[in-house]
């Protein structure tokens, strides 16, 4: 049964709010880009996004053990900076192959929600590309995507006070022989076999992803009503109606599992 | 959702009874599925009403822990520390988080009823995307 509230918003226009891109230098800096993701979650006013990479370098989730997680020795022998962020999650090995993208809500807009959902609903810039290239994927819980049954991307939040960051993560390029080497199988992170994109799709450079990557966040399109996210399109311009196009989604729409990773 | 009309709420998701007492809701834990981890400040820090008195970690997102009123710690459940799923298990009674001694105990008047909070609760589970 539809609540009150519910049959509100059927009939009112929903306000429509763009994704606005974080205007930034460019930098491959792991120190400098985790610096920045915990500065743009305090300071955005509108809901914003960024598309970024950092070279070399383990990451790990907010509570995590390095000596856990990673292979600390061989992290070392590489000259591999070992550094921790504010969300939550496992270990992740970047290079210049691992393409990030992050969306940072403001207090008045933050998503709301039961995370699972959330981390699904908000991993769409990676299924969104993975379309682009025509790869099929499936959803493995809680927050990977995977193609062909191996992870090709995993995804994180933080919330601090009424604001919100998620990010994820796509394996585009990576050198994953120096991945597995660095990070433990045994750790409280979930260990699971990946996969690059460019194993599926030979053009795609991590430049030439992120780049669609970034156009569709600049079409994304978050439909509210007051302060409530109620659809998110990434699709083709919306008629001008304000009315959500075939691409809008939610937490019960358009993205269905698909399978899931065995 | 159980939310028992002998405590206080406040609008960030904390109860808080009259001894200084407190925790997450039962709306809280259901809506953020297992806490896996939960790190308080230790026993003496002072804490301000609305300011972060500690993080939980559920899945893949770190969420605080906002005061529900002003004080000093007196005491954090070292038992929800160590078996942060209990929270989930018994929200109001084992899984309580910290005590806090108010410093200004009117504060506990500004505060939500149960019946109040309940409102607050159906609001964040109605018309929205992520839910």
């Known amino acids: 049964m539809r609540s009150v509230a519910a049959e509100d918003h059927s009939t009112r226009q929903p306000r429509r709010v763009r994704l606005v891109p974080i205007q930034e230098s460019r930098t491959h800096n792991p120190r400098l880009n985790i610096d920045r993701e915990a500065r743009y979650m305090k300071t ?219 | 959702m159980i939310y028992p009309e002998n405590l206080k709420y406040s609008d960030k998701h904390m109860w808080v009874r009259e001894d200084g007492t407190t925790g997450v809701t039962d709306f809280t834990q259901k809506f953020l599925g297992e806490i896996l981890k939960v790190k308080v400040q230790p026993a003496g820090t002072a804490v301000e009403k609305g300011r972060s008195l500690g993080e939980i970690e559920v899945f893949k997102q770190i969420t605080d822990l906002r005061a529900p009123v002003s004080g000093t710690i007196r005491a954090v459940n070292a038992k929800v520390i160590r078996e942060p799923a209990i929270i989930n298990r018994d929200p109001y009674g084992e899984g309580w988080i910290a005590v806090i001694e108010m410093a200004q105990p009117e504060e506990l008047s500004e505060l939500l009823t149960s019946s109040e909070y309940e409102k607050v609760a159906a609001a964040h589970s109605t018309v929205n995307l992520l839910n």
């Open chain 1, 44 to 262: 955005v006013e509108e809901p914003s996004f960024r598309v970024w990479s950092s070279s070399d370098s383990v990451v790990l989730g907010k509570f995590l053990d390095a000596g856990c997680e990673v292979h600390l020795a061989r992290a070392r022998e590489l000259d591999i900076p070992v550094l921790r962020r504010k969300s939550g999650g496992g270990a992740v090995y970047h290079d210049l192959g691992n393409l990030n993208y992050s969306i940072y809500f403001p207090g008045n807009l933050a998503p709301i929600g039961p995370v699972e959902n959330s981390l699904r609903v908000l991993s769409f810039p990676i299924i969104k590309v993975l379309e682009h290239y025509r790869i099929p994927w499936s959803w493995l819980p809680p927050n990977n995507i995977c193609v062909n049954g191996l992870k090709i991307s995993g995804s994180a939040q933080a919330r601090s006070g009424e604001r919100f960051i998620h990010h994820g993560t796509l394996l585009v390029s990576t050198k994953l022989d120096r991945l597995n080497s660095l990070l433990k199988r045994n750790g409280r992170s979930k260990w699971v076999p990946v996969v690059n994109l460019s194993e599926f799709s030979q053009e795609a450079t991590l430049d030439e992803v992120a780049a669609v990557m970034e156009r569709l966040l600049r079409h994304t399109i978050l439909y509210c009503e007051d302060d409530r996210i109620l659809s998110i399109s990434s699709g083709p311009e919306p008629d001008e109606t304000g009315s959500p196009g075939e691409e809008a989604m939610s937490g019960k729409g358009t993205y269905q599992h698909q399978g899931s990773c065995s």
